[in-house]
């Protein structure tokens, strides 16, 4: 089973009651088609960055969730025609070993082997051979 990410975007005039109701049916239909939910964000209701069915606001929710492939195509199927959900977008969740969002000066030492081992040696490098260029010039 792989992971995924799906952001749904709910129609603005839902009452917030209506919108978790619509959260805990989407959560139904993961697990009806084989899947296993793992987290449900609630975003609240945001305004859009263009118009969507002539709506500027919609209800975000976020929802990670693991199923397998034949379970990810019918899920989808199953909410294409769902009026109240404006619009919807699922990703595979990829496997990263780094978050790209940690902390500045957290895991610097490691900067090196991300990036094919030549983080700070090439820097230091460069460093060094602008120190020879400069004594070559004088």
């Known amino acids: 089973m792989k992971s995924y990410e799906m952001v749904a975007i709910l129609d603005p005039g839902l009452d917030p009651a209506v919108c978790a109701e619509k959260s805990k049916d989407l959560e139904g239909r993961i697990k009806t ?6 987290n ?5 209701k945001r305004k859009l960055a263009y ?3 002539k709506k500027d606001a ?5 929802f990670n969730f693991q199923t397998t ?3 990810l195509l019918d899920f989808k199927e199953s909410i294409k025609h769902d009026l109240e959900i404006l619009r919807y977008l699922i990703i595979v969740e990829p496997k990263a070993k780094f978050s790209p969002f940690r902390p500045p000066g ?5 900067a090196g082997a ?7 040696a090439r820097s230091f490098r460069r460093e060094r051979d602008d120190d020879e260029m400069r004594e070559e010039e004088r």
Do not use: A, C, M
């Open 33 to 38: 088609h084989g899947g296993e939910v793992q």
């Open 69 to 71: 492939s034949k379970g």
């Open 51 to 53: 118009n969507i069915l």
């Open 106 to 110: 957290e895991g610097d030492e490691e």
């Open 114 to 120: 991300r990036f094919g081992g030549r983080g700070r």
């Open 40 to 44: 449900i964000v609630q975003w609240g």
């Open 58 to 62: 919609g209800y975000y929710l976020v």
